[in-house]
């Protein structure tokens, strides 16, 4: 019986060059990773095993130290960046975010189902106070090709959607359509977690009162109406219609 000839031990790369290669390719211009690390290899004049290197990005230890990185990051940005909703008194209270679903073309090694290769999702969110981003959840493709916004919002805990707010701080998360869900939104206000977002189209709501608008205040500037409505289950809503002085646009924002 023969012994097989040893393995060829490939070298480990330290935790800093694979973390700042990351960099790079969010960075890069490249259209896939075989595509970024050939353009690596080429700029830097450092070889780059293609193998052993994707094999890394499966490490649970190296998800993690990604996680704290992009944390203490986002911590930093957070504290040192002044707020462009500085001037809004009404929002100091508040945490404010952005949120929104993104979807990549597939990859070659994206999931066939049926006939069609599926791409992965992500939804993202953005502190309109820092402008720092961060990743929110990854989308669910369990039996379908697109997570809907609003199913994966529900998936969320309280202490996800709160991110981190201390006690008796507010959260304001700002949505397209996708978002809007009056019963969902109603229940987390009792947590602290209130939404933002333009009226969707075909809504049944009824006016239920009028509110007065101070237009001496400067914040007041384009406001046309402000008022209080009812869905058919009773939920009321804030609605509040917006004239952009600069164009004309018109915005029916409901909180």
Known sequence: MTTPPPVASVPSEPDWDWLTKGVDRVLSNARSGRDFLQSFQIFWSREVQVGPYFETLTSARRLAMVAECSALLRRRVDALRSSPLAPFEALAEFDVHAGDGHYLEHA????????????????????????????????????????????????????????????????????????????????????????????????????????????????????????????????????????????????????
């Open 108 to 255: 070659t090694h994206d999931p066939v189902i049926g006939q069609t290769r599926w791409a992965t999702g992500h939804f993202f969110a953005l502190n309109l106070k820092s402008q720092s981003l961060f990743p929110l959840v990854l989308a669910d493709r369990m039996g379908r090709k697109k997570e809907r916004d609003m199913r994966a919002l529900k998936r969320q805990s309280v202490a996800l959607l709160r991110q981190g707010a201390g006690k008796g701080r507010k959260v304001l998360w700002v949505w397209d359509k996708a978002g809007v869900d009056f019963a969902f939104w109603q229940e987390r206000k009792a947590s602290g977690i209130y939404f933002l977002s333009l009226r969707k189209e075909g809504m049944c709501l009824e006016v239920e009162k009028e509110r007065v608008i101070d237009f001496t205040q400067p914040i007041n500037q384009g406001v046309t109406v402000d008022r209080v409505v009812v869905d058919r289950r009773g939920i009321r809503v804030r609605e509040i219609t917006y004239c952009n002085p600069c164009d004309g646009q018109v915005y029916v924002v409901s909180d």
